[in-house]
């Protein structure tokens, strides 16, 4: 699908406020209500924009302590791939999870707890029981630098 400058200000606006109005979306544009409301469901039907979340804040929630995590398989098959990714969806604590290239690991993990003790019985009682994990190192987050949930739109044309 090919995007001009009017769907690229539309991402731009619903990635920093996915409840803005259909009004004030158009404002911001240059659109009246109507194209503006068929634009964005264009860009939702083709899948360009995949959902909309509310972001929560993880500390307000008591969720302190974040972990990234690399996992070493044991054999590369894609039974064992499946099998692993298949268990890791439904552990609430992983946000993130992604097959990775270029060191020892096979997974790179970002889960969210609410403390250190609770991290160990995650990592105990949960990733290191899935078939096939055979290594696991973990990163603790001290404090996040950049955290923001928009994409960069500079490479589309702002013709």
């Not at 991290?119 to 949960?126: P, R, S, T, V």
Request: glycine letters at 6%; a negative charge.
């Amino acid at each position: 699908m090919k995007l001009d400058r009017i769907d690229r200000r539309i991402l731009e606006q619903i990635q920093r406020n996915g409840r803005i109005s259909n009004l004030e979306l158009a404002d911001a544009v240059g659109l009246s209500p109507t194209p503006c409301s068929r634009r964005v469901r264009r860009l939702e039907e083709s899948g360009i924009i995949d959902r909309h979340v509310t972001l929560l804040n993880q500390s307000q929630l008591g969720l302190k302590l974040t972990a990234f995590i690399t996992i070493e398989m044991d054999r590369h098959t894609p039974e064992r791939f499946e099998n692993f990714e298949d268990q890791v969806q439904a552990f609430p604590e992983v946000v993130e999870c992604a097959v990775v290239t270029g060191n020892a690991a096979d997974y790179l993990v970002k889960a969210v707890v609410p403390d250190m003790e609770y991290y160990e019985a995650f990592l105990l009682g949960k990733l290191t029981r899935i078939e096939g994990v055979t290594g696991v190192q973990s990163s603790f987050v001290l404090r996040p630098v950049v955290r923001k949930t928009e994409l960069p739109l500079d490479h589309i044309q702002k013709a």
